[in-house]
């Protein structure tokens, strides 16, 4: 299957975490991608593992298929964790966060979230969760603001006959993020996709433009 069909599942800054999940996801027969996305810089130039990126990328279909068994794996490991774990210093809105944003953290402090609270007497109703889950989905569905000033620039780096209208505009119209459950959604209002096409017309217009004056004047 083409790369295309794949998309984002987890990104971690180690590799050896990305080999991990990797390994795992071939035992359970999911198939998968494992891809480095690295900025390339070294040490020299300012790098360090932050700078380090490995994508999980898995199809669509089996995004729900792979969170349920990383759930029933951290389950099993909930139970040998400690009372000095980091977690037993959170407060129970803390805690309740972690719950209600479980695509920021691992399955492993999702679960333990939940066991701390239930221990406090603050147990979160199955159905309560659920409803958490579908509004946190809703959230991040949300395109962002306007995009005023990027159009802006955009338009201007199109009339001077830049790559960079170019990318601005692509960026604008196609860019899409990809949810927790697998779904893609595009990340801007339509408006601001609307004026990405256009300035991604006009700056390919400019520099065609541009380059034939470049060439007149060559000769």
Do not use: C
Request: charged content about 30%; overall charge negative; glycine content about 6%.
């Amino acid at each position: 299957m083409e790369n295309s069909q794949f998309i984002t599942f987890q990104k971690f800054n180690l590799k050896e975490d990305a080999v991990e999940l990797a390994n795992f996801l071939k035992e359970s027969k999911i198939e998968y991608r494992i891809e480095d996305v690295s900025s390339g810089l070294d040490g020299n130039f300012g790098g360090s593992e932050l700078t380090k990126d490995y994508l999980i990328k898995l199809q669509k279909e089996d995004f729900e298929k792979a969170d349920v068994l990383l759930l029933q794996l951290s389950s099993n490991l909930v139970e040998t964790i400690g009372s000095d774990h980091y977690l037993h210093d959170f407060t129970d809105e803390e805690l309740k966060e972690i719950i209600v944003k479980k695509d920021e953290w691992s399955h492993l402090d999702y679960l333990l979230a939940q066991k701390i609270l239930k221990e406090r007497g603050h147990e979160i109703a199955p159905e309560e969760i659920e409803r958490h889950r579908k509004q946190r989905l809703e959230d991040l569905a949300k395109p962002e603001e306007r995009q005023t000033t990027w159009i802006i620039i955009g338009y201007i780096m199109a009339f001077l006959g830049g790559f960079m209208g170019i990318f601005i505009g692509w960026y604008l119209k196609t860019h899409r993020k990809t949810l927790p459950n697998g779904d893609r959604v595009y990340n801007y209002i339509e408006s601001d996709r609307k004026q990405g096409g256009r300035i991604l017309t006009l700056s390919i217009i400019s520099l065609v433009f541009w380059i034939g004056v470049r060439i007149y004047f060559s000769k």
